[in-house]
């Protein structure tokens, strides 16, 4: 072969290469917002709020769609003392910022008292649960990251997916979101 013949042969490889490489990123991009934005107090990104079963009442301030999947955040009421099942997350982190009340949150065998200003994180992969202690309204803020499936996870129980459900459905449905239920909830809300 001449070098010539070669030269143009390799250069023009490099070029469909090039472009195929191009085409393969703009393929892969998803959307994320192009500009900042601002969501009030005591609202929702979207203007609806999420009910989940356990008496919290959510307002996404920014959302998976947001950022192409990174984060999810969102603010968190809850009137009645208690909270979730002791879980863990497959592949997400998640940090509780307490806005107001009391919490005890609970990470792998440590269980924290947390009041308005305190944060605690949670890595993925360790069991975790919390519950709202004391009268009166407590508020979470509350990150994932990556955000994984979970706001998708509590729409569709704020739309009553769940309800109906036997044990080992919600189990599997909890699982097919991205975690898992190891426990019971905190039972015991003596302050630490």
Same mark, same amino acid.
Not at 123 to 151: T, Y
Not at 173 to 186: D, Q, S
């Given at each position: ?11 023009? $490889? $490099? ?8 085409? %393969?990123?703009? #393929? ?13 107090? #005591? ?6 709020t999420?009910?989940l ?27 009645? @003392?208690?909270?979730? &099942? ?17 919490? %005890? ?5 440590t269980?924290?008292h ?16 919390? &519950?709202?202690?004391? @009268? #009166? ?22 739309l #009553? ?5 036997? @044990?080992? @459905?919600?189990?599997k449905?909890?699982? &097919? ?10 039972q ?5």
């Open positions: 072969m001449k070098r010539n013949t070669f030269l143009q042969m390799l250069m023009g $490889t $490099t070029a469909l290469v090039t472009v195929s490489m191009n085409g %393969l990123g703009k #393929g892969l991009t998803k959307f994320r917002v192009k500009a900042g934005f601002k969501v009030d107090t #005591g609202k929702d990104r979207f203007k609806k999420i009910t079963m356990e008496g919290d009442t959510f307002f996404t301030k920014v959302s998976t769609k947001d950022t192409d999947g990174d984060i999810y955040v969102y603010e968190s009421t809850r009137s009645k @003392e208690g909270g979730p &099942a002791h879980h863990y997350y497959f592949s997400q982190d998640e940090w509780w910022y307490i806005l107001q009340g009391e919490f %005890l949150i609970k990470t792998g065998e269980t924290y947390a009041k308005a200003g305190d944060s605690v994180f949670g890595p993925r992969m360790v069991p975790h649960s919390f &519950a709202k202690i004391g @009268e #009166g309204d407590g508020r979470l803020l509350q990150f994932f990251q990556p955000a994984g499936k979970m706001e998708e996870f509590f729409t569709k129980v704020s #009553g997916a769940a309800k109906g459900m036997t @044990e080992a @459905e919600q189990d449905f909890r699982e &097919a979101h991205g975690f898992k239920r190891v426990g019971p909830a905190i015991n809300f003596k302050k630490i």
